[in-house]
């Protein structure tokens, strides 16, 4: 049993390091559009906080939708199916391909979003405004790229191939530098797009990344078996059916959790720039501390979906158990990195001292949020290794928007309770829907694992 668990850290060690070091390098980008952004100015980092709030919850639409495919295929893969890879990969740029018209035309039509907002007693900043309209504007061409990037991404991760996917981000987080700071700041003889350059080098990121990864899985030799799979169906709607019906409730499940930030951003836009500001600044801290129990899940759902395909659940089991141990002791790790170094952390993204006070008290709760987002991410990932989708979705809308919004509203912006502390009482609400959603998702976890052996590798056949 010992040797077992060693073995299973190796495992989750050798999938989740590049799955880590792609979700950094990914992270990092927005983390450099931010640092750029802010030291441009304050109008910019306000304008880039607003149209992230926007792009992020439906873009990570159509990526939860995506996402399934990686257990679908470590599934396959355990099973010795490999012949269906290719298929499913099909079908999966099929629906990227939908996605995408979607999302951008909704990112186009974003100024009527964010004028939901605005109001004559709470208006929010006009170039404020048109900076995080354009933004969208900008990036909404690179989302057939990103979308169809991932696509490809989860079939190389489903083969418990992770490197490809790192050394790609990590390529794209290079170039992603010259290229903002030559549109931000108006080098080689183009104009300062400020805020606005960041969208536009997104997009131009997002299509080198494709192009790297579908040049990958068309030479790489591991891959030459998918690649040679005769074509059936150019469009399989079977197929296509069941990677929606169960990414559908992860995509929705990606959307509540990210809306719900975008629904915080433009809550406190009439409070200010500073106040954006600083929570733009902490929320990039969490997406980049995000990055390490999002790759320590992945690796979790990928050989839940192989040790299931193999036919082996209770090697399966300890394999969440391992993965959840290890996300808490981490969060714990982190936690006291934050709290230790705030003021150095702080400080790269800004020196504006307003701007600084709110952050040093919201990144205290920050490290507060780690434990619980830690362990819900993967909690959730396990499932997802289980085929287990429509909880996450259950749980994530009653955690985030039955508990985490109000509570965070009526702390943030009412005096039902106490005088309105604006960002730092949706934090706290944010805190308190975690800590909802970790306890849900491990018990659900639980549930499932207690199921008879046969029902268990039924659903995870499917």
Known sequence: MKQHYKYEIKNLGKLAVPVLIAQVSQTAITFVDTIMAGHYSKTALSGVAIAVSIWLPTV????GLLTVLTPIIANLNGAAKRDQVANHTRQGVVIALFLSVLIMLILYHSDQLIGLRSSADHPIDPEMMDVAVKFLRAIMWGVPAFLLFLVYRNQCEGLSNTKPAMVIIFIALLANIP???VLIYGKLG????GGVGCGITAAIIFWLMFGLIRL???STASQRDIRETQLTKLVDFKVIKNIVMLGMPLALAYFFEMSLFAMIALLIAPLG????AAHQIIFTISSLTFAIPLSLGVASSIRVGFLLGNKKPSLAKQTAYVSLAIS????VVVALILVIFRT?????FTGEADVITICLQLIILLAIYQAFDYLQVVASNVLRGYKDTKSIFYITLIS???VGLPVGYILGLTDLIMQPIGAAGFWIGIILGLAVAAFLLIARMIYIQKQPQEIILKRASK
């Open 60 to 63: 990570l639409f159509g990526q």
């Open 179 to 181: 290229i903002n700071y």
């Open 190 to 193: 183009l104009p300062a797009f």
């Open 216 to 218: 990958y899985t068309l």
């Open 273 to 276: 720039q500073v106040t954006v």
């Open 328 to 331: 808490l002791a981490i969060a």
């Open 344 to 348: 150095p952390i702080i400080n790269i």
């Open 400 to 402: 985030y928007w039955g």
